[in-house]
């Protein structure tokens, strides 16, 4: 099937049951989207899918005809910090930072459909991604600061 | 025989901790440095002063050796050697290098020398020196761990910058006339007088012919520039941008993805299997056998995991109680001289002492590690050599045990230490690393990727230990006069030092620490005795070890003698606490939440706890608010002393995500057994803290410790007994158990 990744084409031939989670890592060596838990549990997956942020463990390659999906990598580069990862960089959020990528992926759609969330929104947005090093208390703060950066943008 | 192998076969006992060899050789011998790697095969023109610095034409090179596992060590040992060698961290490269005994860690064994962290007496310090020694000459292990990767690289780590840029400054001495004392350093360069600058790239060459100068003095921390100053971190971008390359992402050439199942009743035999519906299946290479399990080999980790979900085992029973209850049983039957470990501590009579008795009996379960990157190794074995991509936390013995699979000599064994994406004590372990090298051995000259399914991991974690206290304690006249603090568990470095061939003849420190050296000095009848069992499930390091449940059974104690003698329990703890940096911790933790002034009004309550653990003293308050019917934890103050804050903002990042971690495991988490094996397979059974539950925390560092210490364990063991104390305050209700939603419902 044809689907394009951060502006890439490709074209993969797999089973019709693999996620996109494995697509991406194993097939296209696209590895910032990371394997946590392969059950919607974690978040680490997130990717956008069409604009939508998506647990990639769950969407099977039948799916994906024609799909746009963007991955961290193609949020924004070390020289060229989308927002969001400016935020995440300014607030010193990481500690293992493997949960990162699927937690700024999970913001970024949220924001892009929600300029001006309440701690509430944010909550609800922000829960479905585990963080095991307990970066929560910075991740309220990034998504916070990063809301008042776009809306100043 | 070699003199390594004649030492090796005396051993004897220091404080709690058997060390191998002797101290015959003096302690001159083990402050001699070993040879410095950087040298084997180090470019011409190019210069390496000591194992932690390299500079060549283009660039400067920092070797950071200690493990990141997400505490951020990675940049702040650069930060460490940046600080005197007057570089910019933008301006340098920061590898982990190559594994050698001359990164070997003395600060690991501090706490083993069988004397309280506190206690900094010739007598104790003496035996912390003799300790460093003894492992330097017996095993010098290099090593990331209890919290000692801060205190291990202060003072080597500053004094290989100084080092590094003292020679720097006598080559341009020697290049221009210029004496020495008369040069500056900035910038990663070299100032003259006069005004102009070499670079030190430009010096390298010259720096590389003459003998590196080894008699500096280090700078007055008031004189710091990066030190103790707020850091960006130089792993953050990276890991905002996943660019970061953790052991998982790991890619070559070539490279096949494998996964394994083994027994899920932990150390049972594989009696047979029948793997005859995933050999046909689409993009598997290969099924191997690996000790006491199955691999499959193919092209797609996706692949290789559901190739191994078909397969039919017949596996043998646990060497440990099949079910849960048997374990508790085996623990509440432990209370006596048998399975005495320790009489850890005695003061005055607290069987025999007046007053009130309260009386309390508490549980701590077995808790999985789970970091959120699953256990994964890459191995390439060829005939002449054996590369391995992970991240491990025991380096130098890790290539060790890979040589011993693959029977190469272990100087032709290469790990290439990854970051990781947590452990919490997971990547102590070998298994996993162990399963990856049989692979590939088996497939010589591919290599190849080993990648734990979620639920494998769950299934072959070896988790926190499990633990049982009972206590009594004595009031009197409005105060807490005794202390009786019995704990009983299964013995997790005998469990851990077993797995590795190595025994643990004296008892197991774990199961008191935290109790036993609780500095609370003014409590005038204090008992406290551990209990040691084997042979339930196999255990292993878990953040903060045995400080965990032990401050969670004495801080819970605590608390209900002093509700009893109707005192403040803050106040009571500081009349009570006899160790200045640990009074100032609880004053400063009451002083950030107003605790004397603060009007709570109705179904509020707030529960403080202190924690001494690593040789950091820890205070925490918690404030829980009972809504409807479920708690809510609301806001958290946490005060800590480190001797020395290296960079408060990642400190204060510590200090939330231990507190988070605590606080989350307390509420949510445990690990069962059922039929042998554990009933939680991923996290939808093992959830800890999500951010909605996540409270407001607010940090305090303090400074008044005489050491420097590490922090990525001691804000775990107060955070449940704060918590489990601030719901008592708001509900009247006592939980003496974890995790807390057995018995109470959270928000
Ligand atoms: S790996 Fe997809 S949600 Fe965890
Ligand atoms: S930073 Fe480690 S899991 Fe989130």
Redesign the pocket.
Known sequence: MKLTVNGTPHEVSVEEDMPLLWVLRDELGVTGVKYGCGVAQCG?CTVTLNGEAVRSCQVPAADLEGAEVTTIEGLGTPDNLHIVQQAWEKHQ????????SG?IMQAAAFLSQNPNPTDADIDDAMSGN??????YPRIREAVKDAASMLQGA | MSRFGKIARRSFLIGSAAVVGGVAFGVYKAKTPFPNPNLDDLAPGSASFNPWVIIDSDKITLIAPHADK?QGIFSAQAAMIAEELDVALDDVEISFGVPDRAYYNTAAMDAMAGYPMYDNSPAAERMRGVLGGVIKLVMPMMATGGSSAIPDSYDKLREAGAIARETLKLAASQNTGVPVDQLKTEGGAVLFPDGSAVKYTELAELASTIDPVTDVTLRDPKEWKILGKPMKRADMVA?STGTLQYGIDFRTEGMLHATVKMNPRQGGALNSYDASAAENMRGVKKILPVQNGVAVVADNTWRAIQAANTITFDWGPAPYPAEQDDHWHTLAGAFSEEFLNADARTVGDAGAAEGTSVIGEYRSPYLAHA???PLNATVLVTDDRVDIWTGHQIQTMLEQRVADITGHDVENVHLHNMFM??SFGHRLEFGFVDQAAEIANQIRGTPVQLTYSREEDFAHDYPRHITMGRGVAKVKDGKVNALDVQIAGQSVMKSQMGRIGMSLPGPDAQLHEGAWDAPYFNLLNLRVRSYAVENLAPVSSWRAVGAGPNVFIYETLLDEAIHAAGADPLMERIRLMGHEPSVKVLEAVGDMCNWAGADLGNGRGRGVAYGFSFGVPVATIVEVVNTDDAIKLEKVWVAGDVGKVIDPVNLDNLAK?GTVFGLGHAMNCEITYSDGMAEQANYYDFEAMRLNQCPEIEFRALENGEKIRGFGEPPIPPSAPALGNAIFAATGKRIREMPFNKHIDFV
């Open positions: 680490a959020v990481a500690q293992c930072g493997y949960c990162q937690q585990l963080c095991r090093c307990g970066t | 997400g890991k970091p959120l990157e994406g947590g995500g």
